[in-house]
């Protein structure tokens, strides 16, 4: 069965890092892109852009450059979002998502979402 | 980012039949890209109600259906059972600026 298993909450100070995990099991990781969306307390679903699996190439949506970074480690099928400079803006669910790669944007399956809380 | 647009909830008594609309614009469902459907539980990973406009994954029951006319598109329940209650999305792409994912803002589906 094909899973995205993400890390547990975390609970940061302002100013602090974060690293999300997001493993992927059940299928070969580096053929579907994976999809980085967050869900800001009260709010909807904001795409933050994706990374290339294949290629480690990320792309960010505007608003989610520069503190935001997507990485992958290809031997453990495993692709991250570090967060730094953290502001409690930041405090939200971060949920990866796999690219069901033919073309049409969908992502198939969802990782369980991590609770990140930025507080002082 | 271009959104799409979700009236904030939709209401039901079991049993009925709900739509939820999703209005876009012509850079993105209007332009034919394919609209899908996600649905939230509170603690739960989304899951996958409707792909490409209308079709449904395996194991999706056939009381949730899709579709799509112009710039809009739409979702329908039937027979509405109490744990439909959920927030429900729709997505597309927009080809704006350098292109991009859009949500709309979520519809909260309330079994009365």
């Known amino acids: 069965q094909v899973h995205l298993v993400q890390s547990g909450s975390e609970l940061k100070k302002p100013g602090a890092s974060v690293k999300v995990s997001c493993k992927a099991s059940g299928y070969t990781f580096n053929n579907y892109a994976v999809n980085w969306v967050r869900q800001a307390p009260g709010q909807g679903l904001e795409w933050m852009g994706w990374i290339n699996t294949d290629t480690g190439n990320p792309t960010y949506v505007q608003g989610f450059t520069g503190r935001f970074v997507f990485s992958l480690d290809t031997s453990v099928s495993t692709a991250y979002l570090q967060i730094s400079s953290l502001k409690a803006d930041d405090t939200a669910v971060y949920f990866c998502?796999?690219?069901?790669?033919?073309?049409?944007?969908?992502?198939?399956?969802w990782g369980q979402g991590t609770t990140v809380t930025v507080s002082s | 980012q271009s959104g799409l647009t979700q009236p904030p909830s939709v209401s039901g008594a079991p049993g009925q039949r709900v739509t939820i609309s999703c209005t876009g614009s012509n850079t993105n469902i209007g332009a034919g890209f394919a609209v899908h459907w996600y649905q939230l539980l509170p603690g739960t990973a989304p899951k996958v109600l409707i792909y490409g406009n209308s079709n449904r994954p395996s194991g999706v029951q056939d009381r949730f259906s899709g579709s799509k006319s112009g710039t809009s598109a739409s979702l329908a329940i039937t027979g509405l059972q109490a744990e439909d209650e959920a927030e429900y999305y729709c997505q597309s792409y927009d080809n704006s600026l350098r292109g991009h994912v859009v949500f709309g803002g979520g519809t909260k589906l309330t079994v009365l």
């Open positions: 998502a796999r690219d069901r790669g033919i073309l049409d944007y969908a992502m198939d399956v």
